[in-house]
Structure formats: C-alpha cells, structure tokens
C-alpha cells in the first residue's frame, strides 16, 4: 500500500552535507519504525538510521553524530540530514521500513563524496 521515493541526493565536497527525503504515498502513521538504509559499491545494504512513530532515533557508529534522522508523519516523510560528510559515505540511499517486511524499494537517491 505504501510507496517510497527517496530524493535529495548529489555530489557533495567531503565536509558538506545533504538532506534526503523519502516521500510515502500513503499514511507512515501506522508504521512504527522507519530508516535509511544506503548500499556502497561492493557492499551489501546497510541500515545507518532509524526513528520511530514518537521520534526515538537510532544510528549505526559509523553516522553517530553527523547524520540526523526526523519524522513528519502529517506529511508522510521521513528525512535525513547528513552533515560532515565523508567519502566513505558515498552510497545509494534508499528508505524502508524496520522491522516489518518491508515495502517494495525505491530507486533510491545516490550521495556522493568526493572532491
């Protein structure tokens, strides 16, 4: 029922940030947690950042204190702000939920660091 287009992605100097959207064609009320979840090359998917449905948030180590992820539920988005970024975060990003089964993924949006 739900549908996830991920956005905001782009090329970005080490240091800069970015802010990714995952618009939900319907409600993300009901669900209790979603994340982020990002797959370097050669890497397999990773989850880096999840909130719940009263904004209890999770980080993996590696995006502890640079990445923040927030939840507007009236408008059916979950964001993440991406801060200090480092090359190493270079990835395509993608949202989903946690937890569950998730939903058919999105395409998407592709973060690169490099300068």
């Known amino acids: 029922q739900v549908q996830l287009v991920e956005s905001g992605g782009g090329l970005v100097q080490p240091g800069g940030s970015l802010r990714l959207s995952c618009a939900a064609s319907?409600?993300?009320?009901?669900?209790?947690?979603m994340g982020w979840y990002r797959q370097a090359p050669g890497k397999q998917r990773e989850l880096v950042a999840a909130?719940?449905?009263?904004?209890?948030?999770n980080y993996a180590d590696s995006v502890k204190g640079r990445f923040t992820i927030s939840r507007d539920n009236r408008k059916n988005t979950v964001y993440l702000q991406m801060n200090s970024l480092k090359p190493e975060a270079t990835a395509v990003y993608y949202c989903n939920v946690v937890y569950r089964s998730p939903y058919a993924w999105g395409q998407g949006t592709q973060v690169t660091v490099s300068s």
């Open positions: 319907g409600s993300i009320f009901g669900i209790r947690t």
């Open positions: 909130i719940t449905s009263g904004s209890s948030t």
